[in-house]
């Protein structure tokens, strides 16, 4: 499948992280979710990439943003169907190569405990746990994951 950067304003895109939203609502109350909206994914200090299956629907994507000493991935997702291929591999591999290519020393991540599947995909990756970071409180509701690059 190929992946590449994208930018995330596009419907099928859009309809991509609503399915994403969707299931995060279904496992976390608000004041635990720490999605990024639209906007602040078109921001120039964020690199988004999009996987997209051989009729060329957007099947998954995920984003990195830049900050001063790490990138932070956000919106990692992958439609169930397209999963078990290698896809959010190549997708996390692009945003990983994308922070590298400036500069950034470690990725970080937030996820939740409700998301095994994630937790153990980004522990295959290399991730470890670690504290919290920047403005998230410690909460029982999230699990805080980094890696060197």
Known sequence: ???AHESPDQADVIALIGELDAYQD???????RYALDLVSLMQPNVRFVVA??????????????????HGELK???LRPGARGRGVAQ?????????AAAEGCPEILLETGPFQPQAIAFYEKQGYRRCAAFGDYPEHPMSVFMGKQL
Do not use: F, N, T
Request: aromatic fraction near 4%; hydrophobic fraction near 50%.
């Open 52 to 69: 997209r299956d051989a009729q060329g629907a957007a099947v998954g994507c995920g984003a990195v943003v830049l900050a001063p000493g």
């Open 90 to 98: 190549g997708i996390l591999a692009l945003l990983e190569a994308a």
């Open 26 to 32: 279904s496992l976390y109350p608000p004041e635990a």
């Open 75 to 77: 919106r990692m997702y």
């Open 1 to 3: 499948m190929p992946i």
